[in-house]
T-cell receptor
Framework: TQLLEQSPQFLSIQEGENLTVYCNSS?????LQWYRQEPGEGPVLLVT?????EVKKLKRLTFQFGDARKDSSLHITAAQPGDTGLYLC??????????FGDGTTLTVKP | GAGVSQSPSNKVTEKGKDVELRCDPI?????LYWYRQSLGQGLEFLIY????????KSGLPSDRFSAERTGGSVSTLTIQRTQQEDSAVYLC????????????FGSGTQLSVL
């Protein structure tokens, strides 16, 4: 079983602060996805990274895929209350099911 | 439809009863997944369908759980003789094709077993 470990499990910060959450594995993935989930809804895809060392930016969110394609990070600049949610990473392989981490619950206080 | 549709959105049942949960994937998506999520936790893989291939059932927690996908589209997850530990949100997702692991999720079915 390929495991994805996310850290921290919980994070509570004030509006305007920066933060980084991590997704680590001992396995290599062909791609890695980040999702955000709000209460009562299913996860929504934020980004997919496929190339080792790749960096993608989505407004205030910066995603990086590790050189060895085993880990990833999500950095949020100047967090807003609307960023609150459960952030999940998922590892994809060339065929078969995605493996999800347990998520980081982010709370951004006004 | 425009997105993945799941029904019912909420289901309350008594211990020992059977339940059926339905998932309508995005039209044309060949891959369909069922996951289970406990409150505030990550996603626990249950079962994966890909085209006409045999489903990957490796995540089903017991033989009380089963799933079908008819005509390569609609899927039904059945839980027989429900137990209180089955209480969770059951999420369905579809994907355009294998190897493109961009999953589109429904809003889930909240199952409560009393």
């Amino acid at each position: 079983t390929q495991l994805l470990e996310q850290s921290p499990q919980f994070l509570s910060i004030q509006e305007g602060e920066n933060l980084t959450v991590y997704c680590n594995s001992s396995s290599v993935f062909s791609s890695l996805q980040w999702y955000r989930q709000e209460p009562g809804e299913g996860p929504v895809l934020l980004v997919t990274v496929v190339t080792g060392g790749e960096v993608k930016k989505l407004k205030r969110l910066t995603f990086q895929f590790g050189d060895a394609r085993k880990d990833s990070s999500l950095h949020i600049t100047a967090a807003q209350p609307g960023d609150t949610g459960l952030y999940l990473c998922a590892g994809g392989r060339n065929a078969g099911k995605s493996t999800f981490g347990d998520g980081t619950t982010l709370t951004v206080k006004p | 439809g425009a997105g993945v549709s799941q029904s019912p959105s909420n289901k309350v049942t008594e211990k020992g009863k059977d339940v059926e949960l339905r998932c309508d994937p995005i039209s044309g998506h060949t891959a369909l997944y069922w996951y289970r999520q406990s409150l505030g936790q990550g996603l626990e893989f249950l079962i994966y369908f890909q085209g006409n291939s045999a489903p990957d059932k490796s995540g089903l927690p017991s033989d009380r759980f089963s799933a079908e996908r008819t005509g390569g589209s609609v899927s039904t997850l059945t839980i027989q003789r429900t137990q209180q530990e089955d209480s969770a949100v059951y999420l369905c997702a579809s994907s355009p094709r294998t190897g493109n692991e961009k999953l589109f999720f429904g809003s889930g079915t909240q199952l409560s077993v009393l």
